[in-house]
């Protein structure tokens, strides 16, 4: 499985971005994605989870302001980023995982990611 986020870019505070992570290769083996961020100097944060057949999960620090979506048609992941702060700066990484169990948040547990993409607000 390949990952390629694309979508980052510098924005102002308040304003929005929409990641999107493509998935390559034997995708059909995957049962959760998620996005993951971490800013110079701090460690991997978990932002948000989309597992099959469906449901997600947020950080709550983005919860209300970030909406994770999949399209499975097109094997792409979404991140949809409003109200954006200067504290969600960070590069953000799209990772997916083939097994069902184990914490969304725990980075250790997905088994491909992305190259990241990067996120600065002003």
């Known amino acids: 499985v390949q990952l390629v986020e694309s979508g980052g870019g510098s924005v102002q505070a308040g304003g929005s971005l929409e990641l999107s992570c493509a998935a390559s290769?034997?995708?059909?083996?995957?049962?959760?994605m998620g996005w993951f961020r971490q800013a110079p100097g701090k460690e991997r944060e978990a932002v948000a989870s989309?597992?099959?057949?469906?449901?997600?999960f947020y950080a709550d620090s983005v919860k209300a302001r970030f909406t994770i979506s999949r399209d499975n048609a097109k094997n792409t992941m979404f991140l949809q980023m409003n109200s954006l702060k200067p504290e969600d700066t960070a590069m953000y990484y799209c990772a997916a995982r083939t097994e069902i169990g184990g914490s969304w948040v725990d980075g250790a547990t997905y088994n491909y990611w992305g190259q990241g993409t990067q996120v600065t607000v002003s």
């Open positions: 290769g034997y995708t059909s083996n995957i049962k959760r």
């Open positions: 989309i597992y099959t057949p469906g449901g997600a």
